[in-house]
């Protein structure tokens, strides 16, 4: 869960605290595709984080605040309605940040939407970078390593409908699980992308 656009950390590790993240899960086949080719390269994230569009970055929340973050969250996708993403090819954010990710190309405007609307009220934050979707598949390795995740999957395409989001929960091993899903039941109705594209 950790990329180009986490947040900056709030305090993290107090009794009573879990770290938490939301993000659109990427779909089978392409969920097992964008692990494997990281796991390729080495990055030891493949296995603690399942391929994802980050909505929300690592963010430390008291434990009592879940259920508050679940109506906030619940009160925000009942009024965003499903939406297709593109994936298609690879980019890089070298050399700000030592990052190989595969490119967004449909489905930009509506994870705008959702990422603004849910960093507000508890979970309202800065930013390091400015948001921009994507599915990490190299973080912090050798640079012959981001090389490679960048060819390996620079002809990678992949379209599907999101229907939901999740909140993942950072546990003490390392690993992100799946906490709640929300989905999104909003009515129809078409978001523009940056590009100018239609994310319906």
């Known amino acids: ?5 986490q947040a900056i950390p709030i305090v993290r590790g107090a009794p009573g605290t879990v770290r938490i993240g939301v993000a659109v899960g990427i779909p089978e086949p392409w969920a097992t595709q964008l692990h494997d080719a990281r796991a390729r390269v080495g990055d ?11 909505l929300l970055g690592p963010t430390t929340v008291h434990r009592d605040e879940l259920a508050q973050v679940h109506r906030h969250l619940a009160a925000i996708t009942a009024e965003h309605p499903p939406f297709r993403v593109h ?6 954010f070298r050399p700000v940040s ?9 489905g930009i405007g509506p994870c705008e939407t959702l990422e ?4 507000s009220g508890l979970l309202a934050q800065e930013l390091r970078f400015h948001y921009h979707p994507h599915v990490t ?10 090389d490679r995740a960048f060819e390996d999957l620079r ?3 992949a379209c599907f409908l999101v229907e939901s989001i999740q909140v993942y929960q950072h546990g003490d091993d390392g690993q992100w699980r799946v906490l709640d899903t929300h989905p999104l039941t909003g009515a129809h109705q078409p978001v523009r992308d940056a590009e100018g594209g239609s994310g319906s």
């Open 98 to 106: 030592p990052v190989v990710f595969v490119q967004v190309v449909e």
């Open 155 to 157: 002809d990678f395409d």
């Open 116 to 119: 603004r609307r849910i960093r």
């Open 44 to 54: 030891p994230a493949a296995d603690l984080i399942a391929p994802h569009i980050t």
């Open 1 to 5: 869960m950790t990329d180009q656009t």
């Open 87 to 92: 994936l298609r090819g690879t980019a890089s």
């Open 137 to 146: 598949i190299a973080h912090e390795v050798p640079d012959d390593a981001l």
